[in-house]
């Protein structure tokens, strides 16, 4: 039995745009934000707290989370690194943080320059903190299955890195297949083994869809009973390797496949097109999903 | 339990070159098909038999069919439309044919200017014959799921329209999502009815990636039995809406699927990916593969 609904975060205005080579204007991004909310979706990710020398694309998180538009039931959450960014994010209001870290050594110290074990540390008081504000916190988990620079991932950490978090406060893990190689029999090895550690109500997945695979991993997922899946307006989020290829797995293809499979998420698909549609036009470019780009053609 | 191994029905030198705006040179449809034999694949639909009129693409066939490389274990297939066509293959001694048919009247009567039941009945005699001559036969099913003049397909006609065609012959049917539309739960019901009726191990799944689907889809059909899928090698066969976005799924997308879940197809990837390298060199343009991209990233 699969679920028979499912809870989609959006991560396109953070994952996404964080990845432009040119930094948004503000305006847009907020207008692109409330399009998204607008058409169902309850978890945005809006922005990020980081440092604006690292990544400029983001340097108006304050700007964007203050003026984020208001939707009943609509919970945004911003990624936050550390204190100095935990401090930003509460000024700003933001009700929930999102912390992140990495299954693999080498990746965590090349993208976050610390230890896993580092990086936990260093969680733990923001998260605490943040939770005695009342706000919440999810986790990211990144190359759960591969990496880029170890190769094969092994399970077990995948879950004691998911372990860890939720014991500092998080209340959902989102394990991501960073660079788009797992297919369904890994997601079942690592789910199965996280899942001794980890309420699967606790767990997301995050896949890219770098080599057509990520709907197979949702569906995978689903039979799993996992039902949070992550997923970026239009696929926003990165061209790997050639104009077309895809990084983020498209929230258009998640709900058009969801909606086929006769799962409620809520989202609805031409609104998400026309969400994607506008950042395209600011973007300058055609973004990768395969449903946007049908119901492009169609309108034509 | 999924199926140890898989079989892989290439299709790219047919069912891909003939959607090509130009016909490609004779010599190089024969290298191609040399470095897709050479890479593995035992199952090759090689051209078709069709009026040079209609298809001026492969007006060739007869040249390419006399000339294919022979190989130990290599089974070359043509498409047969009619008794004329039957003929020039029986000349050519290509040792199978495949026929061409739908589950949607309209579709047929536009795509083959008559009804699914003239169509089976034109072939009764083609495949009698064929076989008489010791030649096997394949049957085709379009729009198994979705047809995109009549929406949704009952899979009770699906069912149909396969056991007509193995009574009349065939041994094995290749159902075909012609417009990419299908989610693993319409795989599902419609191999849970055509399994009443035709067993499981002569249904083939010929799926197109134009929505993200196909390896899903494909990772469904595992799960219900089946172990032969159609592919192009490249993902030749098509851009229905845009650049990058593909019709056909590609040999390499899916050999890449089936190593990463531990299925044997015996299939090299990255000498698929040499072949489809050529053959993108012919036409001048790249071919959707995720996989076939990546691989040409990593050798630059």
């Given at each position: 039995m699969l679920p028979s609904r499912v809870t989609i975060v959006e991560v396109g205005p953070r994952d996404g745009l964080q990845n432009e080579a040119q930094p948004i204007p503000t305006g847009d991004k907020l207008a692109f934000i409330e399009r998204l909310a607008d058409a169902?979706?309850?978890?945005?990710?809006?922005?990020s707290f980081v440092s604006p020398k690292r990544i400029p694309q983001l340097a108006d998180a304050a700007e964007v989370a203050a003026k984020l538009p208001s939707r009943a039931g609509v919970t945004y959450s911003a990624l936050v690194p550390n204190a100095k960014g935990l401090e930003r994010a509460i000024e700003a209001k933001i009700p929930r943080i999102a912390v992140f870290t990495a299954a693999s050594e080498t990746f965590t110290q090349k993208n976050i320059g610390m230890s896993i074990e580092q990086s936990l540390d260093g969680f733990r008081e923001v998260v605490a903190a943040a939770r005695a504000r009342g706000m919440t916190a999810r986790g990211y988990v990144s190359t759960?299955?591969?990496?880029?620079?170890?190769g094969e991932v092994a399970p077990d950490r995948v879950r004691d890195v998911a372990a860890s978090l939720l014991a500092l406060g998080v209340d959902e893990v989102s394990l991501g297949d960073t660079i788009g190689a797992a297919a369904p029999r890994d997601v079942e090895r690592v789910i199965e083994r996280v899942a001794a550690s980890v309420p699967r109500e606790k767990i997301a997945l995050h896949f890219h869809d770098t080599y057509g695979t990520a709907l197979a991993n949702v569906h995978a997922g689903l039979q799993l009973g996992i039902g949070t899946f992550d997923s970026s307006a239009g696929g926003?989020?990165?061209?790997?390797?050639?104009?077309g290829a895809s990084g983020n797995l498209a929230t258009e293809d998640l709900v058009y496949f969801l909606d086929r499979m006769g799962i409620?998420?809520?989202?609805?698909l031409r609104q998400i097109a026309s969400a994607s549609v506008a950042i395209e036009k600011v973007l300058g470019r055609s973004l990768p999903s395969k449903q946007l780009q049908r119901i492009k053609s169609t309108r034509a």
């Open positions: 169902g979706l309850r978890f945005i990710e809006a922005t759960c299955f591969v990496c880029p620079y170890e926003l989020g990165g061209c790997p390797y050639a104009p409620w998420c809520g989202v609805d």
